[in-house]
C-alpha cells in the first residue's frame, strides 16, 4: 500500500482544486511547508511526479491527475460509509443508514431533455435525499466523462468508449416534427425524398452539422434506411433552441420522442410521416468506471430510469 494515509489524497484533490500548495494547505489547515513536504514523500513513496510546482502554482501532471480521480471518488466514498454507519440500526434492526445518502453528484445532461423531462426527477430525489447536493452542468456538448470530472452523464446515442459504465434508460428514437402552422404555410411532405424543398432545423455537434437524415418505413424496419439531405438557414448545438425554432414555425426538425413527446401530446408539434421512423436514439446514463460507484450515484440512476419508466406508462397507459 502506498498511500499512507487519507491525508495524502485529500492534498492532491485540494492541490487541483486550489492550484497551489498555498489553497490546498489553508484548506487543509496546515502550513505550506508541510503540505510540500507530504507532496515530495508521495512522490517518493511512489516513485513518480504528481505535480508540476511554480513559485506561484502548481498544475497536476498526467500521473497526478489520475490519481486525483480516483483519490476524489475514493474520499466520497469513505465520507459516504462513515455517514451511513453513524446513522447506526434502531431498536427494530431496522437499517437506518440504507437511505440516507449523502455527498456530492456531478450530473451533465443534455438541455431540452433536461429542461421538459430531467429537472422534475431530480427535484424529487433531491427532496427525498436531503444530505445529497447536484453540481448540475447543461448542454449538449459532450463532455469526457472521466476528463472533466463528471460523476453521471446523460447522453443519447450509441456508445463508443469502452471505458464508461452504461446503463440504458429508454430505447428511442427521432422523429420529423413541424408545427401545425409551419405545414399550413409550406405543405406537408409525404415522403422523406422532399424534405430538401423545406426549411430544416439541424444539430451541429462539435465541428459537424447534420447534412443527411435517416428514416425507415414502419412496415420495412429491417430495410436498409433511405438517407435524405437536408439544408435550412437555420442550425443549433442546443437541442431546446431547435425544439423553440419547431415550435415558432420556423422549420422542420428532428429530435428525439423523449424531447418532443410533451408538444406532441399538445398538438404543438406534429409527427409530420407517421409511416416513417427516424434513427435509433437511446438515452444512456453513463460512468466513469465499475469503482468507486457510491450508492447516492447508482440509487439516482435508479430513480431516473423508475421515472421514466413511468412516464412513458402513463403516456401509453
Same mark, same amino acid.
Do not use: N
Given at each position: 500500500m502506498n498511500i499512507e494515509n487519507t491525508a495524502e489524497l485529500r492534498l492532491l484533490v485540494e492541490?487541483?482544486?486550489?492550484?497551489? &500548495?498555498t489553497a490546498a494547505s489553508r484548506q487543509m489547515g496546515i502550513t505550506p511547508a508541510a503540505a510540500s513536504a507530504m507532496l515530495k514523500k508521495l512522490e517518493t513513496r511512489l516513485g513518480v511526479r504528481l505535480a508540476e510546482r511554480s513559485t506561484r502554482a502548481l498544475?497536476?501532471?498526467?500521473?497526478?491527475?489520475? &490519481?486525483?480521480?480516483?483519490?476524489?471518488?475514493?474520499?466520497?466514498?469513505?465520507?459516504?460509509?462513515?455517514?451511513?454507519?453513524s446513522e447506526g440500526e434502531d431498536g427494530g434492526g431496522q437499517d437506518r443508514g440504507a437511505t440516507a445518502l449523502r455527498g456530492r453528484i456531478r450530473l451533465s445532461a443534455p438541455s431540452d431533455l433536461t429542461r421538459r423531462i430531467v429537472l422534475p426527477l431530480l427535484d424529487d430525489f433531491l427532496d427525498r435525499h436531503p444530505g445529497v447536493e447536484l453540481q448540475l452542468n447543461v448542454g449538449d456538448a459532450l463532455l469526457d466523462v472521466v476528463r472533466d470530472e463528471v460523476d453521471l452523464a446523460l447522453r443519447y446515442g450509441e456508445?463508443?468508449? /469502452?471505458?464508461?459504465?452504461?446503463?440504458?434508460?429508454?430505447?428511442?428514437?427521432?422523429?420529423?416534427?413541424?408545427?401545425?402552422?409551419?405545414?399550413?404555410r409550406h405543405g406537408r411532405p409525404s415522403h422523406p425524398d422532399e424534405l430538401l424543398a423545406h426549411e430544416?432545423?439541424?444539430?451541429?455537434?462539435?465541428?459537424?452539422?447534420?447534412?443527411?437524415?435517416?428514416?425507415?418505413?414502419?412496415?420495412?424496419?429491417?430495410?436498409?434506411?433511405?438517407?435524405?439531405?437536408?439544408?435550412?438557414?437555420?442550425?443549433?448545438?442546443?437541442g431546446g433552441i431547435a425544439h423553440q425554432w419547431a415550435l415558432e414555425g420556423r422549420g422542420l426538425?428532428?429530435? /428525439?420522442?423523449?424531447?418532443?413527446?410533451? /408538444?406532441?401530446?399538445?398538438?404543438?408539434?406534429?409527427?409530420?410521416?407517421?409511416?416513417?421512423?427516424?434513427?435509433?436514439?437511446p438515452l444512456h446514463a453513463l460512468?466513469? /468506471?465499475?469503482?468507486? &460507484?457510491?450508492?447516492?450515484?447508482?440509487?439516482?440512476?435508479?430513480?431516473?430510469?423508475e421515472g421514466l419508466r413511468r412516464s412513458a406508462s402513463a403516456r401509453t397507459g
Open positions: 492541490c487541483a482544486r486550489g492550484g497551489s &500548495l498544475r497536476l501532471t498526467g500521473a497526478g491527475e489520475r &490519481l486525483r480521480d480516483y483519490a476524489q471518488r475514493a474520499l466520497e466514498l469513505l465520507e459516504e460509509g462513515v455517514a451511513l454507519a456508445l463508443a468508449d /469502452s471505458r464508461l459504465v452504461a446503463r440504458k434508460l429508454h430505447a428511442g428514437r427521432r422523429v420529423l416534427v413541424a408545427s401545425p402552422d409551419y405545414l399550413r430544416c432545423i439541424r444539430f451541429k455537434i462539435g465541428d459537424r452539422l447534420e447534412r443527411t437524415w435517416a428514416f425507415w418505413r414502419r412496415d420495412a424496419m429491417q430495410a436498409a434506411p433511405m438517407e435524405v439531405a437536408v439544408q435550412g438557414r437555420r442550425a443549433a448545438d442546443d426538425t428532428y429530435k /428525439s420522442d423523449l424531447d418532443i413527446r410533451d /408538444s406532441l401530446a399538445s398538438g404543438a408539434l406534429v409527427d409530420v410521416l407517421p409511416d416513417w421512423v427516424g434513427r435509433p436514439m460512468m466513469p /468506471s465499475q469503482r468507486f &460507484l457510491p450508492q447516492r450515484l447508482k440509487a439516482l440512476v435508479e430513480h431516473l430510469a
